[in-house]
């Protein structure tokens, strides 16, 4: 099971995160709103979250129902990051995130 990084994230893209990942599981492209962990990367050390400075990540056994639907997100983005790109960009439109 690997750490999501949800909603929180969109607009921020902070390096902490990245920069404590052993695993180097976590990613950001200057296209992606927010970054993203590799769940086949991801050893659930934990790290990351203590990192975050948005509270942005989450083990999935404590995920927020709301955050839920970025689980997948996490996970698609390593397969076809344009179309999460776009889910991630109507998520910040419908949360009022002006990027």
Known sequence: MAYVITETCIGVKGE???EVCPEFAIFSEP????????????TDCGACMAACVVEA???PTDL???????????EQWFRRR???????????T???IHI
Do not use: K
Request: hydrophobic content about 40%; proline content about 7%; some cysteine.
């Open 16 to 18: 902490a995160c990245i």
């Open 31 to 42: 296209a992606d709103l927010m970054s993203f962990i590799d769940p086949a990367r991801c």
């Open 57 to 59: 990540i989450y083990p």
């Open 64 to 74: 927020p129902q709301a955050s839920v639907e970025f689980t997948q997100i996490n």
């Open 82 to 92: 344009e179309g999460v790109r776009q889910r991630v960009r109507e998520i910040a």
């Open 94 to 96: 419908s949360l009022g």
